[in-house]
Nanobody, 119 residues
Framework: QVQLVESGGGLVQPGGSPRLSCAASGSITSIYAMGWYRQAPGKQRELVALIASGGRPDYADSVKGRFTISRDNAKNTVGLQMNSLKPEDTAVYYC?????????????WGQGTQVTVSS
């Protein structure tokens, strides 16, 4: 199993710049990708940003130029720097990790962290 622990988020004013972090642990052989999804009330979960090992980051159009994803491969962590937040960024943000545990490849999800953008 892979355990994902998220931190960051909370109540942020419009235009704010919070940072989310996620740390993966467990019997991980290697990590193929880490990233972030979000789910707003009444909406489907959507990709925010994803970064594969050795690849370029992939962003949702709605966050391009405002959010930056980063990985620390040595620490099995992923971060999401969010800038110029808008009320429509309000959602529960979930960390995702695609990792190999021996011969098994798993997609694991964090418990989610609430980000509320409001004045």
């Amino acid at each position: 199993q892979v355990q994902l622990v998220e931190s960051g988020g909370g109540l942020v004013q419009p235009g704010g710049s919070p940072r989310l972090s996620c740390a993966a642990s467990g019997s991980i052989t290697s990590i193929y990708a880490m990233g972030w999804y979000r789910q707003a009330p009444g909406k489907q979960r959507e990709l925010v940003a994803l970064i594969a090992s050795g690849g370029r980051p992939d962003y949702a159009d709605s966050v391009k130029g405002r959010f930056t994803i980063s990985r620390d491969n040595a620490k099995n962590t992923v971060g999401l720097q969010m800038n110029s937040l808008k009320p429509e960024d309000t959602a529960v943000y979930y960390c995702i990790c695609t990792a190999a545990l021996g011969a098994t490849i798993l997609n694991s999800w964090g418990q989610g962290t609430q980000v509320t953008v409001s004045s």
